[in-house]
């Protein structure tokens, strides 16, 4: 039934899983209310695009259809990478604080770090060899 029709592809398949998601909700709201009408009308209208796209003829369409989706997809997926990925460097730049004190050498202001929590410490630049003392 499919013979010369474009079929299923990932954005008409993700139509459908979003339909059934927004389906779920109504199970549990009560009859004639608003939003029920809202997420039942959605469902619908959503499943019936995703039928009108497997049943149709017009494959070039569809096609940039789907690349349009799949570039929106990517997209999605790159912004929660890049925000997964900060949060964790936040929480490794806090670790480091908490543990290392960092300090700037005062004769040529080379960045170093110096252990916690050891008191008075003769810290040695490790760029010019200049000692000065620092509290830890
Ligand atoms: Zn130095």
């Not at 990932?10 to 139509?15: C, F, I």
């Not at 080379?110 to 000692?131: D, H, I, S």
């Amino acid at each position: 039934m499919f013979h010369g029709r474009y079929g299923l592809d990932a954005l008409s398949r993700a139509m459908i899983w979003c339909a059934l998601a927004l389906s779920v909700p109504t199970l549990f709201i009560q009859h004639g209310s608003a939003a029920r009408y809202v997420l039942s009308g959605l469902t619908t209208v959503i499943l019936i695009l995703a039928l009108l796209r497997a049943f149709s003829r017009n494959f070039a369409a569809r096609q940039s259809e789907l690349y349009r989706f799949s570039h929106i997809e990517r997209n999605i997926g790159a912004f929660f990478a890049r925000a997964r990925d900060s949060l964790r460097s936040g929480r490794n730049e806090f670790e480091e604080r908490r543990k290392y004190k960092h300090l700037t050498c005062p004769q040529c202001m080379q960045k170093l770090r110096v252990p916690r929590g050891k008191g008075k410490l003769r810290v040695t630049c490790t760029r010019c060899g200049n000692k000065f003392n620092a509290k830890s």
